[in-house]
């Protein structure tokens, strides 16, 4: 030991090089990453993050959550990463968290508790949110167990956050720009709660993605009119694996890879028509880079093959109680009587419906690195740091 540390300045070279050790490995940036930290820039000032409990970093808690998953500020919630309950739905981090730290940014507040800390960026999705607005559900007699905000709501608080920054008046104005230039847009996947709050009513699925896709594609043309250039929207997941479809529905009602093949099409056939409408954005807006994050096949991807990531257990929520999925409706996680599994990662689904942090760092891996986003998301940082 006397002579490893013989000198002060070896002693400084090596504590130096533990911390940036554990810097890294407390990061854990993706492969874009490292080239971002070749250049010594980031190529995204700022992220705005949209959404439902996908996407939420906070804006929800146990008493403001979805009325089913009312115990999200309890253990053992966030148990993997931060250790403690963060009213994410998951153990851990989620796509979102991988997204700011691949890009070397903080982890992003949720505008609910964000008290002015925005330098880098805010999250307004809201756990159990949609994309119709939530009179519709109101006219409907739909409105008993679900979340008040929608999408609409995330902007009307986008709009506030903008004047807090002194960005007012007409679109486009310089007061916006540095809202705008440097800033990621992250939309989550939106509409999965729209089928959910409908199930059983005699509202048709065709409705609800009717009436989901237009306020959804209205929401990206405000975002888009105001002057955002970089815009990633994640599309649905194979929703139809996620314990609670496959608890409610028949046995029979299975698809190829063992999935509710009613859900798992109803998500497909709303994907189709999100990249339908996309498209006609990229149209309309060719200044801006959309993005289309295909959770679909990132999701079914991981289910085909769950050993090659590392997955045990792909239907059996880890954390809840009952067979055969280790769900109940009634006795969600976070309940006294409810216990985790020890091993999280090697579950595909945390609590019944959202997915754990193992899961959503290869669903992150996938976006950012792989070759399930539309353009690559590589090729958008490239082009954004070819930018002046």
Avoid at 15 to 27: K, Y
Avoid at 95 to 107: C, E, T, Y
Wanted: contains cysteine; neutral net charge.
């Amino acid at each position: 030991m006397a002579t490893l540390f013989s000198t002060h300045s070896s002693l400084h070279n090596i504590l130096m090089t533990v911390t940036m050790i554990i810097l890294l490995s407390f990061s854990m940036p993706s492969a874009s990453a490292f080239a971002i930290a070749e250049t010594n820039q980031r190529p995204f000032k700022k992220i705005y993050a949209f959404g439902d409990s996908f996407t939420d970093t906070g804006n929800t808690d146990s008493l403001s959550g979805p009325n089913g998953f009312v115990h999200v500020s309890n253990p053992p919630y966030g148990t993997t990463f931060f250790h403690h309950p963060t009213n994410r739905y998951s153990d851990g981090r989620l796509v979102i968290d991988f997204v700011a730290q691949s890009l070397f940014l903080p982890f992003l507040p949720p505008y609910r508790k964000s008290k002015g800390n925005t330098t880098y960026g805010v999250n307004f999705a809201v756990a159990g949110s949609t994309a119709i607005n939530h009179a519709f559900f109101v006219k409907n007699n739909l409105s008993l167990d679900i979340t008040l905000e929608s999408i609409q709501t995330q902007m009307i608080w986008f709009d506030e956050y903008l004047e807090s920054q002194g960005c007012k008046g007409p679109e486009s104005r310089p007061e916006c720009k540095a809202s705008f230039d440097d800033a990621l847009f992250w939309v989550g996947e939106i509409g999965l709660n729209d089928y959910a709050y409908t199930l059983g009513s005699t509202v048709s699925d065709d409705t609800i993605r009717k009436l989901a896709i237009y306020s959804f594609t209205e929401f990206l043309q405000s975002l888009l009119k105001k002057g955002a250039k970089y815009v990633v929207v994640q599309s649905l997941p194979t929703t139809g694996c996620l314990p609670l479809p496959m608890t409610l529905a028949s046995s029979e009602d299975r698809d190829g890879i063992g999935c509710v093949k009613s859900v798992n099409n109803q998500s497909y056939a709303h994907n189709l028509v999100l990249q339908t409408k996309l498209s006609d954005l990229r149209k309309r807006f060719p200044q801006a880079v959309i993005v289309y994050a295909d959770y679909w096949n990132a999701h079914r991807t991981v289910m085909k093959n769950p050993e090659k990531y590392g997955f045990k257990e792909s239907f059996k929520a880890c954390c809840g109680t009952g067979d055969p999925y280790n769900f109940d409706v009634f006795n969600t996680c976070g309940s006294p009587s409810v216990t985790a599994c020890l091993n999280p990662s090697q579950y595909i689904n945390w609590d019944g419906v959202h997915l754990t942090e193992a899961m959503y760092k290869v669903v992150a891996d996938m976006f950012l690195d792989g070759n399930l986003s539309n353009p690559p998301f590589k090729s958008v940082l490239q082009r954004k740091q070819q930018k002046p």
